[in-house]
């Protein structure tokens, strides 16, 4: 039978056991890769960061467990196994008055140094990442959608601001809010096309022309923002019907315009057609003009080098002819000088006894063809038959003789005696 005073030692072992299971917890730390821890010492209360990953000693002190990245959901709904399917989406207000809510996320990647990871516990005050979204992150996020919204209406964020208006609130979440003034001035309407007077907010700038910035509440923090995204703006039916609307008067507007700006451009171009067709019809008759002036001109030149070609013949001809004459003239001449200066060597000998040979011969073959009487009376007692005729023919080689001036006798060529 168990004593009570072995019960007492059984309870007390027994607390000692969880004690010291307990403290064993205590002893040791895993800081597992992707996280690092930030350390209370139990008694002086000492604030260290393990940022590596590895086997430390806890010492019985206290110890967060910080992820070095997370992911910010601001969305509407689940779209990962890490989001909720609570609505975190932004409400924003933009300057026409009209209300939405933008849904997205953000990746937050906390401080790689262990001064600023204790830091962002001690002195700025946040003992978990929870603490820290809740209290700078959502805030932050908030504050940049609702002035980027205030810079833009409904439809122009709809339609096209919609890449400003995600460059701006990345700008404002990263480096700080803009500051921004009121401007008014007038413009024309793009439905109504009436000018109207509108007071605005818009950008502020520096003296460098930079954008001017409130304080940056991430400045000191150590945190780096980045992958900004926003999936989606959530009008509200009446705003969504609103800016179905605009969208469709400025279209109509814009296609009114397109077709006034094309009728313009159109009789511009008729215009232009126009006069281009009486410039081209002016040159060409200009180049006609031309031409015919430059086929005049070859014409003339032509009809120039031809009776110059013409001239340069005639007056080589009439020289040829000069020439011919004056060569005639002189061969006549000289053959002239030779025949007289023959004639004188030989008193024409040669002509005369070819004349006279011409002469006889026809004599002689008249003669051979006369009739004669086949009796003769009489004779001269010479015992020639036909006198007559013999002394007939010796007349007429004497006449023949003087009148050729022949003188057929020999001379002597020796002296006289």
Known sequence: MITQKQIVKLGGAVIILIVAIVLVGKLTETVDKGTYHIKQAAISGRMTAHMDPGLYCQCFGDREVWSRANTFFFTQGRDVAQDTDIDNSIEVRFNDGSIARISGTLRVVMP????????????????????????????????????????????????????????????????????????????????????????????????????ARQSNPFAETGLRLANFEIKEFIYADRVK?????????????????????????????????????????????????????????????????????????AKLEKQAAVFQKQRDILQGQGEAEKK???????????????????????????????????????????GDTDTQSIDFQSAMQLLVAKQLGLDLGIRSTGPSE
């Open 112 to 211: 790689t140094s262990p001064q600023q990871a204790i830091d962002l516990v001690t002195v700025q005050g946040y003992r978990s990442y929870a603490d820290l979204e809740a209290k700078l992150i959502r805030p932050s996020v908030r504050n940049a959608l609702r002035l980027t919204a205030n810079l833009m209406s409904a439809r122009q964020s709809y339609s096209e601001k919609r890449a400003d208006f995600n460059a701006w609130a990345s700008d404002q979440i990263q480096n700080g809010l803009y500051q921004t003034e009121e401007k008014t001035e007038r413009i024309k309407d793009l439905i109504s096309g009436e000018e109207v007077i509108r007071t605005f907010k818009v950008i502020k700038k520096d003296e460098q022309g930079n954008f």
């Open 340 to 382: 007289r200066l023959i004639i004188q060597a030989d008193g024409a000998l040669k002509e005369k006894l070819a004349a006279y040979t011409s002469v006889m011969a026809k004599f002689a073959d008249a003669y051979s063809k006369r009739k004669v009487p086949q009796l003769v009376m009489g004779g001269s007692g010479r």
């Open 241 to 313: 019907a609103q800016i179905q609307q605009q969208q469709e008067a400025l279209m109509a507007v814009a296609t009114a315009a397109a077709q006034a700006k094309k009728a313009e451009q159109d009789a511009k171009t008729m215009e232009a057609q126009g006069k281009a067709r009486v410039t081209k019809a002016k040159y060409e008759e200009e180049e006609l003009k031309i031409k015919a002036v430059v086929q005049a001109q070859r014409d003339k030149e032509v009809a120039e080098t031809q009776a110059r070609k013409l001239l340069e013949v």
